[in-house]
């Protein structure tokens, strides 16, 4: 948990919208409040909680949301929580204690979603890519030039170099729907009831250590499935991460970032690998770099990508989306089908 993240939590927490009992600061430090006789110490990236009744609350936190990792540990006379899905889920349920009820999930899921609402705000969610490539020049320039040299359209083209652009055209549709997938926020404004019944599917975490732009992980509940949105001041990365039923592992990144010192990483490239926990399986790499069109399978040699070599990257890219949409946007909103074109 990072100090935005447990200061927004606070604030939600403090003012007492889901409930009577308030978390007061306790002698005016940002770091520590209290709430009846429990007090809490925010101490590098965690909260640290002393009192009575503290083991006997966080057990019943961790029986009521039995799928959520609240990263909530016993330490040897306190306990300690590291993220702020468990600071709030704690703080609700110490006041449904003080105030001798059961635990009132919608009380969590709602302060739950004013903390993440603030947050997706505060750290650029909502941004599309290209707003945020046209945000730096040295970046911009390569990045859209790249598109430009792979999907403009000029219709003079006949032939094999009509059927390329065709396929560069269409691996570029997909790539938007991936990004789009990875980060749901980008195009779309959920309602507040959308948000919160979303975060009863997947956890969204803000990394703590992204000073230049932003790092979060959106991770499905129920699979662990999970994908990983960066960007900093040397490009982005939009990933996912998916493990299925047979424990067969599948990966795909799209990544912007300036390396002069290897063509395969500089400029915009697409890197997929699949895997297992079995050794007896080989795993599989594959990088596409788009922004010199050329491509690595294997740790093998670089060489100019073919159309079939984009064909393929672009099937990969079909898979990616499907899975993408099942951590993010089937969780977010009902009904939305991802394109398969």
Known sequence: M??????ESVKVLEVGVIGSSRLFNSNGNDKSYVLGNISF?????????????????????????????????RLDDKLSIENKEGFIAFVCAARDKFRKRDIS????????????SVLISKYNLRVSTDEWMRSNDQLSKKYFNTIKKNAHLT????????????CNQTLR??????????????????????????????????????????AVTISDLETNNYVTYRRANDGFSYGLTYKDSSDMIFS???????????SMYDGEYIKYEFGSN????????????????????????IVDASVDDKIEMYQHLITANAY????TLDNVSKGYSYSKK
Do not use: W
């Open 2 to 7: 990072n100090k935005l993240e447990f200061d």
């Open 41 to 73: 110490l925010y101490d590098q990236d965690r909260v640290l909680v002393e009192g009575s009744d503290i083991y006997d609350i966080s057990d019943e936190v961790m029986i009521s949301y039995p799928n959520n990792n609240f990263g909530i540990l």
């Open 105 to 116: 999930y919608d009380d969590f899921y709602e302060a739950l979603e004013r903390v993440t």
């Open 155 to 166: 219709f003079r083209k006949t032939g094999k170099k009509a059927y390329e652009q065709n």
């Open 173 to 214: 549709r997909n790539l938007i729907e991936f990004d789009n997938c990875v980060n749901p926020f980008m195009s779309n404004k959920y309602s507040s009831s959308q948000m919160e019944d979303a975060l009863r599917k997947m956890e969204i975490s803000f990394d703590t250590n992204n000073s230049d732009g932003s």
């Open 252 to 262: 795909l990144f799209h990544t912007f970032n300036l390396d002069n010192s290897n």
């Open 278 to 301: 079995d050794y007896n399986i080989t795993p599989t790499t594959t990088i596409y770099n788009l922004t010199h069109n050329i491509i690595q399978h294997n740790s093998g040699a």
């Open 324 to 327: 993408a949409a099942q951590v």
